[in-house]
């Protein structure tokens, strides 16, 4: 499971079909293109977002930035979130979680 702990909770980092729908619906972004267009620490964060929308539905890209601040004050790092936010999106890419630049 792709699982982070913050401030003593649990958090599975999970991407559903409907959730990957409704990010590129937001971001205007398909998902094979949001590396393009958006810098690393923005598409981590919206990302995050969508991966724990499951377990908190409402939840707002400002409280999900608050969350990841609260996770690297708790020694956590941006490559390990990435890691696992790639780990969670394997079964949608065949592996390849984040489409690279060309």
């Known amino acids: 499971m792709n699982k982070i702990t913050i401030s003593g909770t649990d958090y599975t980092l999970k991407f559903g079909f ?3 729908i409704e990010m ?3 971001t205007g972004v398909p998902m094979e293109k949001m590396s393009e267009v958006m810098g690393g620490l923005k598409v981590a964060l919206t990302m995050f ?5 499951h377990q908190v539905p409402d939840i ?6 608050d969350l990841i601040d609260a996770y690297l004050d708790e020694g956590g ?7 696992t936010l790639k780990k969670a999106m394997e079964r949608f890419s065949g592996g390849n979680a984040m489409p690279k630049k060309k």
């Open 49 to 53: 977002t969508y991966a724990i929308k």
């Open 18 to 20: 409907n959730s990957l």
């Open 24 to 26: 590129e619906d937001d």
């Open 77 to 83: 790092t941006i490559d390990k979130l990435s890691e």
């Open 60 to 65: 707002t890209t400002t409280q999900a930035g």
